[in-house]
């Protein structure tokens, strides 16, 4: 069990550019979620996959971000025509659960986006 | 919305002292409270979780205690070490829509 791993770690992106991150979740978890932390806050849900069914999505998620779980493995997170406020720390998470019950999240390391 | 309230914003604690974290939160509908801590530079890390049918539950130096009818639960940590200087984040979650408190940064002085 290696963990939730991120890539990449760090982006530095022009305003207007499109980003694309990609997170590796626990072996045999089903859950994914992704989250975006800014300096001083806890992280915001964004987005969660059971398998590779999107079930959730929150309103933070506008139109320019884009989520996709194929084949309920790895998922990647799009975003496209960066803006400066898109700048934060995004966070991957992954569970195993069944059912309505929460369960326990692990989360990766994180990729720090900075948006020029 | 806010709705999970986490205090204080910071903590400084001397080594060997007690770190009291406190949370509110607001949807009665959670129905699992995690606790975080986080480094600078990484993910947040699980600590210790609770449900709501038991008021506490102690892992080693960690122990959160937890006042349904309050709708509060805070963190205690024994005998804390420089080591554990972090940032903690407590979480409730219902169905896996999970809803952090804004973070305590500790610091534990030798």
């Known amino acids: 069990d290696t963990g939730v791993s991120q890539n990449p770690r760090h982006k530095i992106t022009k305003r207007g550019q499109n980003v694309t991150f990609r997170c590796d979740p626990i072996?045999?978890?089903?859950?994914l979620y992704w989250y975006r932390q800014t300096l001083g806050q806890g992280p915001e849900f964004l987005t969660y996959f059971q398998n590779e069914a999107q079930l959730e999505k929150s309103r933070l998620l506008s139109d320019r971000f884009s989520a996709e779980r194929p084949k309920g493995s790895f998922s990647t997170l799009e975003i496209q025509r960066t803006e400066q406020g898109d700048s934060a720390m995004y966070l991957c998470a992954s569970s195993f659960g069944a059912g309505g019950a929460t369960d326990t999240q692990y989360f990766g390391p994180g990729t720090r986006l900075t948006v020029l | 919305q806010q709705q999970v309230k986490q205090s204080p914003q910071s903590l400084i604690v001397q080594k060997g002292g007690i770190s009291i974290i406190n949370c509110a939160y607001e949807n009665t509908a959670f129905d699992y409270f995690p606790w975080y801590q986080q480094f600078p530079g990484k993910g947040p890390a699980l600590l210790i979780a609770?449900?709501?049918?038991?008021s506490e539950k102690k892992e080693g130096r960690f122990t959160i205690s937890f006042n349904k009818s309050a709708k509060q639960f805070s963190l205690h940590i024994m005998d804390s070490q420089p080591g554990d200087s972090a940032t903690y984040f407590c979480?409730?979650?219902?169905?896996?829509?999970?809803?952090f408190g804004a973070g305590t940064r500790l610091t534990v002085k030798p």
């Open positions: 979480a409730a979650s219902n169905n896996n829509d999970m809803r």
């Open positions: 072996s045999e978890h089903n859950r």
């Open positions: 609770i449900r709501p049918d038991v």
